[in-house]
């Protein structure tokens, strides 16, 4: 039995191909949906799954090629996160036996497949909690590290990115003197789709390592959010997730975690670096004009349209770029547009990790980069000219 499965992103159709192969399947997948209309009249599938939203060439022309131009009954399932009722009815109307709303779970879909088509009578049984939910968004993640062989907790990782489809972790190897390097591309082993390593042969700081990795993710068109998150995992990847799924549902350019305690969370914090915390958050306060409880957290989600703007040039700071985030945002669309775009959200949890290079001997450090940002963006505009070199510089 054979499945032709059409989608423009790939993180979608990876598990659900090897789901469905799994059960004994033949399926072929195809991001690109010209190319699936032909890959249709020569695999002759016995069930097409198609997105509806799809760049070039929409779901609904595929549907059309198949019953109108093709007058084929081939049976035809729609799996995607349109869920407008016009279009629900459009599709019907045009002759396909299924619609399936994501999110929802893989175990549904193959249900619903072999409800159409039947089961091969070759296949692997799976077990119940192997189950994945295929996501109406796919998102990117940077995790920068740093020497971080010992801390790394790979299989947090894994179970992660095994559990949720639509996610593409990218891991940055910040020059490390370790072993970190051939722990991250141990990690990424047989899972090259999801699981990317960018090296850097030599050290440039926390905030180069997240700016090249935003930069690099901002090149894969499949993915509708990029984010980072700090690879000791002091905000775990459920929490992160909830960021995804804020953004998702409104208009923010950018949601950040933060670290606030609050009735029901999981916040830890050494009582001193508490207390140094909050005087530098009133300077950054000063700084960006903005209520900011906590800037810093190393866990936030963006729109891909803001990319550019937040990391397209070079960081002031290695260590609180996070503040230069916001104070472009700022600049490019002007102070009280940008405080509508930004949304800071509590974090459920977030544990101070053992180990953090970060010491309470760095805080006059902070403070001194702190100034260094107010003198930089100390214009009410911020110009970005070409040099000589076509490079841009802040002026």
Request: aromatic share 8%; proline share 2%; charged share 25%.
């Amino acid at each position: 039995m054979k499945v032709l499965a059409i989608d423009d992103q790939q993180l979608v159709l990876l598990p659900l191909e090897k789901r469905l192969t799994d059960l004994g399947y033949d399926v072929k997948i195809e991001t690109d949906a010209k190319k699936g209309l032909e890959v249709y009249d020569s695999f002759n599938p016995d069930l097409v799954i198609v997105d509806i939203n799809m760049p070039n060439i929409s779901g609904f022309e595929i549907i059309t090629h198949i019953r109108i131009t093709k007058a084929s009954d081939t049976p035809i399932m729609i799996l995607s996160g349109n869920t407008l009722d016009d279009n629900i009815t459009k599709a019907f109307e045009l002759g396909v036996n299924d619609y399936m709303k994501k999110p929802l779970s893989l175990n549904e879909i193959c249900a619903r497949v072999k409800r159409l088509i039947g089961a091969p009578e070759v296949g692997i049984e799976l077990e119940a909690e192997s189950n994945i939910m295929i996501q109406q968004r796919c998102v990117g993640v940077v995790i920068p590290c740093y020497n971080e062989e010992e801390r790394l907790l790979s299989d947090e990782f894994l179970s992660f990115v095994n559990q949720n489809s639509g996610y593409h972790l990218c891991f940055v190897n910040d020059g490390s003197k370790d072993n970190t390097l051939q722990v991250l591309k141990n990690l990424q082993k047989g899972r090259k789709d999801f699981i990317t390593v960018y090296d850097c042969e030599k050290n440039g700081g926390k905030a180069e390592a997240v700016r090249l990795g935003m930069l690099h993710m901002a090149q894969k068109d499949d993915l509708d959010y990029i984010g980072f998150l700090d690879a000791d995992l002091s905000t775990d990847l459920a929490d992160f997730d909830d960021l995804v799924k804020t953004i998702e549902n409104s208009n923010f350019k950018i949601v950040s975690g933060s670290r606030i305690s609050r009735m029901g969370a999981n916040i830890t914090k050494e009582s001193a670096r508490k207390i140094i915390s909050l005087t530098i958050n009133f300077i950054i306060r000063k700084i960006l004009s903005m209520d900011f409880k906590d800037t810093q957290c190393g866990a936030k989600i963006f729109q891909k349209d803001v990319i550019e703007i937040a990391f397209k040039k070079k960081f002031v700071t290695q260590w609180i770029f996070d503040v230069e985030i916001f104070k472009r945002m700022a600049i490019h669309y002007g102070l009280n547009k940008a405080k509508t775009m930004l949304c800071e959200q509590p974090l459920k949890r977030w544990i101070h990790a053992d180990g953090s290079k970060l010491s309470m001997n760095d805080s006059l450090k902070i403070v001194m980069q702190l100034a260094q940002i107010a003198w930089v963006y100390r214009r009410k505009k911020h110009v970005l000219n070409y040099t000589v070199n076509n490079k841009l510089e802040i002026i």
